[in-house]
């Protein structure tokens, strides 16, 4: 217990006498997370983006005018069975009209247009939300191919393209992000290097002392092993203070943006905490404690 305690004696002083130093390390470790963060953010939003779309993506089958409702019960179980298909919903003549009335309620030319008609233009349908959105194409060919009476018209609008634009541009941050990452992680550990290198010569001296009293590499090397695990506590707890207000900040744009969604990124980063920031830690200490280790190794020899 005491020999711990002066380890951590030893890592708290050696972090104090190069203040300005310690501070640039946490930086540098404080940048790469922030990227680290960014890049899932980033993620998160567009497989939610994704999932979004991938909703909104039915395949419509316009129905006769005059087709009875025994006809269209029997069409719409026959669809229901298919494997590749998830729902099928009926809008009749009636509700086309209400939502016809509802969307064009601040265009009166639109709706006196439709009431000198006299009638009830439009045609009750069928959507389709395919089960898989890979199998779409799949999909479409099969209504192609379907035969029925009542159909009178079909709409395979290609949604896939969004989607697809998306994942590219999401692929191409994500290329980029990692490209960042890795030269953050590279310059955290040429400063953790040259940290613990600065404080190993600063106590070089000292070093001498505790080989001719016989003390042992452990008690030598484990001060400055402990200062990488400071490091990595110290950004790690200070980018949780940063990021969660930003999440907070960045939170109503993306309601915006995914408007009728309930994508939360707060409560996905708090929802996944533990995971998120405790493998963080994990990979910013390895990489300090990686550091460190050479540093004292190359520079506590006497």
Do not use: C
């Amino acid at each position: 217990m005491l020999s711990l305690l002066r380890i951590i004696k030893f890592s708290l002083q050696d972090i104090a006498r190069n203040i300005w130093l310690s501070i640039v390390t946490v930086t540098i470790l404080l940048l790469a997370l922030f990227s680290i963060n960014t890049l899932l953010t980033v993620r998160v939003v567009s497989d939610n983006a994704v999932n979004a779309v991938k909703e909104k993506i039915d395949i419509s089958l316009y129905l006769k005018p005059d087709a009875s409702e025994n006809d269209i019960t029997a069409l719409r179980g026959r669809l229901s069975s298919l494997p590749v298909i998830k729902t099928v919903s009926y809008t009749s003549k009636q509700s086309a009209l209400e939502s016809f009335r509802i969307k064009y309620s601040d265009n009166p030319e639109i709706l006196q247009a439709l009431r000198e008609l006299g009638n009830n233009p439009l045609s009750p349908s069928l959507a389709i939300t395919p089960a898989d959105f890979n199998e779409t194409d799949n999909l479409v060919n099969t209504l192609r191919q379907l035969n029925s009476d009542i159909i009178e018209s079909r709409d395979f609008s290609d949604n896939t393209a969004v989607v697809s634009k998306i994942q590219s541009i999401t692929n191409r941050v994500n290329e980029i992000g990692l490209v960042i990452i890795a030269i953050f992680v590279l310059t955290s550990i040429l400063v953790v290097y040259n940290s613990i290198r600065v404080a190993v010569y600063t106590h070089k001296r000292e070093i001498e002392i505790m080989r001719l009293v016989g003390a042992s590499n452990f008690f030598i090397y484990m001060p400055y092993l402990f200062s990488a695990f400071i490091y990595a506590l110290m950004s790690v707890f200070v980018m949780i203070i940063i990021f969660y207000p930003f999440l907070t900040l960045f939170q109503p744009y993306l309601e915006v943006f995914l408007a009728g969604y309930n994508v939360n990124l707060l409560n996905y980063f708090v929802y996944n905490f533990w995971l998120i920031f405790g493998a963080q830690f994990g990979i910013i200490f390895v990489i300090t404690l990686i550091a460190s280790f050479f540093a004292v190794r190359k520079y506590a020899r006497v």
